[in-house]
T-cell receptor, first 113, second 111 residues
Framework: DSGVTQTPKHLITATGQRVTLRCSPR?????VYWYQQSLDQGLQFLIQ???????AKGNILERFSAQQFPDLHSELNLSSLELGDSALYFC????????????FGPGTRLLVL | GEDVEQSLFLSVREGDSSVINCTYT??????LYWYKQEPGAGLQLLTY?????DMKQDQRLTVLLNKKDKHLSLRIADTQTGDSAIYFC???????????FGKGTMLLVSP
């Protein structure tokens, strides 16, 4: 158990819908990272927050957004969902914002029908 | 941009050693990581090595880094069936805070 929690574990929804994925980092970690894992693209970095502020942005679609709250938990919002958004979404956390050792949560499996 | 390459599949017998290889292109990598992913589970950090080191040993795991050839390997001694999983190599560039992952190597350990 890495200490990073993610909810929900599974999510099934329809195209065009909007969902919110939630992540709580390890106690004491200030930085949260979101990754998408799909069969064709592998593990892709989406976005990073550090102490409430956006720190780095990767291959995140405009339909996706994220935020980190004062209690340091983070939410990833996915809207206007398409079939191709079906994937595993991982959250990771680290102590500081420099990307050093990242600990991953168990992931949220999203299926868009 | 950075690129991390791994072979897709490795099959070994229980009790043998496994060696999983990884190559990367970014010469300014500072940390290199190995993660393990079991079916239906998240990524578990196995070990990491700083770029100024050649080798790191941690119980059954040995990481070797050849910085000149940008080659990283993970050796698992006395491989067990419970080691069957996908192993990901990842690198962190000195100028960025994010990780770049390889596509993963599926290790299958047969009894």
């Amino acid at each position: 158990d890495s200490g990073v929690t993610q909810t929900p574990k599974h999510l099934i929804t329809a195209t065009g819908q909007r969902v919110t994925l939630r992540c709580s980092p390890r106690s004491g970690d200030l930085s949260v990272y979101w990754y998408q894992q799909s069969l064709d693209q592998g593990l892709q970095f989406l976005i990073q927050y550090y102490n409430g502020e956006e720190r780095a942005k990767g291959n995140i679609l405009e339909r996706f957004s994220a935020q980190q709250f004062p209690d340091l938990h983070s939410e990833l919002n996915l809207s206007s969902l398409e079939l191709g958004d079906s994937a595993l979404y991982f959250c990771a956390s680290s102590v500081q914002g420099g990307g050093e050792t990242q600990y991953f949560g168990p992931g949220t499996r999203l299926l868009v029908l | 941009g950075e690129d991390v390459e791994q072979s897709l599949f490795l099959s070994v017998r229980e009790g043998d050693s496994s060696v999983i290889n990884c190559t990367y292109t970014d010469s300014s990598s500072t940390y290199l990581y190995w993660y393990k992913q079991e079916p239906g589970a998240g990524l578990q950090l196995l070990t990491y090595i700083f770029s100024n080191m050649d080798m790191k040993q941690d119980q059954r795991l040995t990481v070797l880094l050849n910085k000149k050839d940008k080659h990283l390997s993970l050796r698992i001694a006395d491989t067990q069936t419970g080691d069957s999983a996908i192993y990901f190599c990842a690198e962190k560039d000195s100028g960025y805070s994010t990780l770049t992952f390889g596509k993963g190597t599926m290790l299958l350990v047969s009894p």
